[in-house]
């Protein structure tokens, strides 16, 4: 199959959030491309609306808030959509709505579309209670029953994934997190990186203000390993900010401290900065990290994901310190304004991470998926046609 395709993507919300603006991106691709896409909300409202691209958005209007419950609001939507619409791939683009796609393929029944899932998060959450891990991890085994191909983010990504949700090697892919546009990694790759003051390091962070990244455990770092001269930019929002304003007046480093809020870009921040830093208890592959490696920028990084000794390159481009560890976290952050990267590597690593080539592959993927759906229609049919003549009513 070589046409156009239909391809539905359900998003809870045009809030600023990595895996959504990954699926916009993505999104805007295929549509470049020729290919049909659909992005099913679950609600638009927020600040950010403007920022949203060109594409075809369809919604249940509502003026109840739905918010407190996306994942319900979201299922009934997308049930909807696919009711009303055919389609021939549903992508799903983060961990988030895999619940979401078994829910429809419950409801839908054989009349469910091809499903995706690029899997954004870590699926070891050793955040979890106990008793959750192994409700957590008994999910993620029938990954392969609901989802027609899992697509990791990177080699290291594939093996946990192959071991985790028990899915056939066949059901397997792996395409590098589609973060950077052609044109936005040529713009970082020409930033000219400056030594570092002796005397004052620049730090950048930069994420949803949510208990996944440890904003905490980064300020309690920093204010023991900071020198007068440090300063710490947090790029971002999210429901944890007055909270970490509090906590930074209370460390007394408020001052040394600046908070910038949703911004729609971080590349002068990442032109500016000395370091980047990610404090995180869990990650997928996090963008941030492959935008501050192709600004040539050293990294310091918890090691909260599989891929991030392969995004440091064990030690080339970066320091990687154990998750939530306070003190070895304040450690990183004296080794990283004397460590000196390798910044050509660091762009080398990012390159992998190119938007449009990846669109390419998923095209290719769900082209794939869609033959393949097509041979089993065929082979059931097949099937039913011969039980019938072997099982049917025989005429005197």
């Known amino acids: 199959m070589h046409g156009s395709l239909r391809i539905a993507v359900p998003i809870h919300s045009l809030e600023p959030g990595g895996v959504e603006r990954v699926a916009l991106g993505l999104a805007s691709e295929w549509d470049r491309a020729g290919h049909r896409v659909t992005i099913v909300l679950g609600r638009s409202g927020c600040a950010n609306l403007c920022s949203a691209p060109a594409l075809d958005y369809w919604q249940i209007p509502t003026r109840l808030p739905t918010a407190s419950w996306e994942t319900p609001w979201m299922v009934h939507s997308l049930y909807s959509f696919l009711i009303e619409n055919r389609v021939d791939v549903l992508f799903c683009p983060g961990n988030t709505y895999a619940v979401v796609a078994a829910a429809v393929k419950l409801l839908l029944g054989d009349c469910a579309p091809p499903m995706i899932l690029k899997v954004s998060n870590a699926l070891n959450r050793p955040d979890m209670p106990p008793l959750m891990r192994r409700g957590y991890d008994s999910w993620l085994r029938l990954h392969g029953t609901v989802f027609d191909r899992l697509v990791a983010l990177s080699e290291p990504m594939h093996r946990e994934i192959r071991e985790r949700t028990l899915a056939l090697p066949e059901q397997l892919a792996t395409i590098a997190n589609p973060l950077l546009p052609r044109k936005r990694l040529n713009l970082l790759s020409r930033i000219e990186r400056r030594h570092t003051k002796v005397w004052s390091t620049r730090y950048l962070t930069a994420g949803r203000l949510v208990p996944q990244k440890n904003f905490p455990l980064l300020l309690r770092a920093f204010a023991r390993a900071a020198r007068p001269d440090d300063t710490l930019t947090i790029?971002?929002?999210?429901?944890?900010?007055?909270?970490?304003?509090?906590?930074?007046?209370?460390?007394?480093?408020?001052?040394?401290?600046?908070?910038?809020g949703y911004l729609a870009s971080i590349d002068p921040l990442l032109a500016e900065a000395d370091a980047f830093v990610l404090?995180?208890?869990?990650?997928?592959?996090?963008?941030?990290?492959?935008?501050?490696?192709?600004?040539?920028?050293?990294?310091?990084?918890?090691?909260?994901?599989?891929?991030?000794?392969?995004?440091?390159?064990?030690?080339?481009?970066?320091?990687?310190?154990?998750?939530?560890?306070?003190?070895s976290l304040a450690r990183g952050l004296v080794a990283i304004r004397q460590f000196r990267t390798d910044p050509a590597r660091a762009r080398q690593i990012a390159s992998g991470f190119e938007l449009e080539g990846a669109a390419r592959r998923y095209i290719e993927l769900m082209n794939d998926v869609v033959r393949q759906n097509e041979r089993n229609r065929q082979r059931k049919l097949t099937m039913s046609c011969l039980s019938s003549q072997t099982h049917g009513p025989r005429l005197s």
């Open 279 to 327: 404090s995180s208890d869990y990650e997928g592959l996090p963008g941030v990290i492959v935008e501050a490696l192709a600004a040539g920028l050293p990294v310091l990084a918890t090691d909260c994901c599989v891929s991030m000794s392969y995004l440091l390159d064990n030690g080339r481009t970066g320091v990687l310190v154990p998750a939530r560890c306070e003190e």
């Open 235 to 260: 790029a971002g929002e999210g429901p944890e900010h007055d909270a970490l304003v509090l906590l930074a007046t209370e460390l007394g480093i408020a001052g040394r401290v600046r908070f910038t």
